[in-house]
């Protein structure tokens, strides 16, 4: 545990009991087991395939479950699943315990829910559109209840603060588990038809078309992440006066571009284009990256070649898109004075101007060989007092706004302590990762 070891350790321990407790009346419970016995193996064979990198993709099982069974035994739908689907992180119990325990008492008070408003006689008898107002109070227990335990685990295990850990969990969840509400439904309505469980897993299909789709997704992007994570170990490798200095402008140029509001797609091209930025210095000779002096004029021009020799190296990178042109443009300046091209204004595009930005502000606050980091105030203050001739004013009054917030708790917070001696950029926290894919 990254946080807080025996705080979270402890509040694990509690869920698990409430689980314990939410299973406690099986034995009295009278509940067709060979029912519950045929829904825990799906669920356990989809976690088992899906991985711990898709957990969760499996849910309309579980409420199908809490449509069709009492409440322990619906939990009980549970247990082979999560304890047997893998875990790719330490520590591997606690996680198990923790994965299971939360799932357990999610489908207990969903089935309560869907218990309450009367919905065990409306799935048997079909009754629509009545036998969604239980579904829809079934699902918002269980998004509540994920979202209240997840909240938990981040602050204590995670070390969010307590003031974000809950922070858009439930909205971020809800209209994921209102697909998957739908599916168990539909599911659990076949299931109770003439045509039995049969024509219920038929429902199975076209969610196995779209976990495969999701995980061929998740793969590609990965491979995606692979490819720049080796090109910027490369560059940190050959140039380690800036070691960790690609990581944080692509952490600012993020900031920048969710300041401005574009979508997460392009968010995400122009964050790969912050970090490969540099990627062209891999083309000039080492000599010159970590020569102490000032470089001559002719020393100059060399390096001033690394935006082509960049765009050159990713080229063929097709995922890149519009971050190539970044790579390329991101020393062009406003006013025309900039190179490779010298471009003027709105000629130089705007992922450019966005790294444009980032860059130089990284390069103020970052202590390096030949100059001293200066303070984010100053920083900001010189980017304002270069805008509209060097940098674009949208830009620069973007940052400002976004470290505003960050400075008052409210953003991701910047760390511009890092130096060239230090071996890494600075430390995202992995925040989902006690989540297990609970709020996808």
Known sequence: MEAGPAAARGYITCVALV????????????APWWAVALLAALHACGERIAGSRF?????????????L???????LVVLPGALLAPVEQRPYGWRRLWRTARLVIAVWAATRAHWAFGGRDAVV?????????????????????????????????????ARRAWRGLFCRSLAPFAVHGLAGLMMAVLWRSPYGPVAALLVLLPMCVSWWAFAQYHRESAA?????????????????????HSERVGQASLMIARELGMDEDRVELIRFAGILHDVGKLGVPTRLLRKDGPLTPEERRIIELHPE????????????????SAILHHHERLDGSGYPYGLVGSQIPEPARVVAVADAFDAMTSTR??????????ALEELRRCAGAH?????????????????????????PAVTADEPSGPRVPEQASWRQGAHR
């Open 125 to 161: 008898a079909s009754d629509f559109p009545y036998a969604l107002v239980p579904a829809g109070a079934a699902v918002l227990a269980f998004c509540l209840v994920l979202t209240v335990l997840d909240g938990g685990i981040l602050a204590l295990a995670e070390g969010v603060p």
């Open 309 to 324: 020799y960049g765009h050159e190296m990713v080229r063929g990178i097709g995922f890149l898109g519009e971050a190539r």
């Open 69 to 75: 069974l009492p409440p322990p035994a619906a939990a």
């Open 55 to 67: 957990a969760g993709t499996c849910y309309p099982v579980l409420l199908a479950g809490a449509f």
């Open 369 to 378: 060989s030949y100059s001293r980091a200066r303070p984010v105030p100053v």
């Open 224 to 244: 995606h992440q692979a490819t720049i994570r080796a090109l910027v170990q490369a560059v940190d490798i050959k140039d380690g006066y800036t070691r960790g």
């Open 19 to 30: 689980a314990v407790v939410c299973l406690w009346p099986l034995p009295t419970v009278l």
């Open 391 to 415: 940098f674009d004013p949208r830009m620069v009054e973007a940052l400002v706004r976004a470290l505003g917030r960050s400075s008052n708790g409210t953003g991701p917070g910047w760390h």
